[in-house]
């Protein structure tokens, strides 16, 4: 593992939001949903792809609070834009279990 600077881990936005809007993505490669998400009235609505369907359908995921990277650029995902990079951990599977906070705590709140 190599050390990084507390200046690098600050160039990293990472921000709660709340799963507004969930669908199916079946043209994805692997098997993914389509998530939005908001942050709140400074950066508002943004949208995310994530290859979460082994513990997660679009049903479960509203009103979730998940934590992502909102500073990367916009990627594309087949025909998708995903804005945001929500983040999750394996399982002892290797399958994602989204990173959320505990309690409830404001939309855009920047972790640290």
Do not use: C
């Amino acid at each position: 593992m190599s050390a990084i600077s507390f200046d690098d881990f600050l160039k990293v936005d990472i921000r709660v939001g709340r799963i507004t809007r969930a669908e199916p993505y079946p043209e994805a490669r692997k098997p993914a949903i389509k998530l939005w998400v908001d942050f709140g009235p400074a950066i508002g609505e943004k949208k995310s792809s994530a290859q979460i369907t082994a513990h997660y359908t679009p049903g479960d995921l509203l009103g979730k609070r998940v934590l992502a990277v909102v500073n990367f650029p916009p990627r594309q995902i087949g025909r998708f834009i995903s804005e945001v990079l929500v983040l999750g951990l394996p399982d002892a599977d290797g399958e994602v279990v989204l990173a959320t906070p505990d309690k409830d705590v404001p939309l855009g709140g920047r972790m640290f």
